[in-house]
T-cell receptor, first 114, second 113 residues
Framework: IAGITQAPTSQILAAGRRMTLRCTQD?????MYWYRQDLGLGLRLIHY???????GKGEVPDGYSVSRANTDDFPLTLASAVPSQTSVYFC?????????????FGSGTRLTVV | GNSVTQMEGPVTLSEEAFLTINCTYT??????LFWYVQYPGEGLQLLLK?????DKGSNKGFEATYRKETTSFHLEKGSVQVSDSAVYFC????????????FGTGTRLQVFP
């Protein structure tokens, strides 16, 4: 079934540790995104990539980095986790047609930093 | 900049009641507008969309009309079911060199039998 796979589904992480959240899509979508979802704040864009080899900063990029070595994969790395990064993280993709066709979302990674 | 404002929740309704969830937006140009739904423990799913003024998006009994004059995209359903209980997000895409979506804060809907 075509879609987005995120891993892990949940993780408890000690503060200061490094963590990479994985995201893979099989739809050959050009654009990919990372959002965090926090109660009362909705979804906030962390980083995005319009096409393989390019990335950009979203609304809340500090403490996070991404790479886009190929079309399918878009990992999100927390270099040194802090408790304020406790959140649910969603990866998404779109065909980047420029017509706003909307996203396909993964099922999310629930991260708790202690 | 572009933004989306939606009504605070939770919205609590009895089964078969009429639903309205308000959404207004601020944007330059002519954005596309979306409603996404998130069921418990899941990611967001596209519910409906409208890409130009006066368009009506519809799906699963839900409807929303793109109103440029009032910059609104309110979600409606004539008769809700318990299975509609979820969080609903309004979003916009500016369509200018990007597909990036800007989301509202979400509105939780609780439907009781």
């Amino acid at each position: 079934i075509a879609g987005i796979t995120q891993a892990p589904t949940s993780q408890i992480l000690a503060a200061g540790r490094r963590m990479t959240l994985r995201c893979t899509q099989d739809m050959r979508h050009n654009a990919m995104y990372w959002y965090r979802q926090d109660l009362g704040l909705g979804l906030r864009l962390i980083h995005y990539s319009n096409t393989a080899g390019t990335t950009g900063k979203g609304e809340v990029p500090d403490g996070y980095s991404v790479s886009r070595a190929n079309t399918d994969d878009f990992p999100l790395t927390l270099a040194s986790a802090v408790p304020s990064q406790t959140s649910v993280y969603f990866c998404a993709s779109s065909a980047f047609t420029g017509t706003g066709d909307g996203y396909t979302f993964g099922s999310g990674t629930r991260l708790t930093v202690v | 900049g572009n933004s989306v404002t939606q009504m605070e929740g939770p919205v609590t309704l009895s089964e078969e009641a009429f639903l309205t969830i308000n959404c207004t937006y601020t944007a330059t140009g002519y954005p596309s507008l979306f409603w996404y739904v998130q069921y418990p423990g899941e990611g967001l799913q596209l519910l409906l969309k409208a890409t130009k003024a006066d368009d009506k998006g519809s799906n699963k009994g839900f409807e929303a009309t793109y109103r440029k004059e009032t910059t609104s995209f309110h979600l409606e359903k004539g008769s809700v079911q318990v299975s509609d209980s979820a969080v609903y997000f309004c979003a916009l895409s500016s369509k200018v060199n990007t597909d990036k979506l800007i989301f509202g804060t979400g509105t939780r809907l609780q439907v009781f039998p």
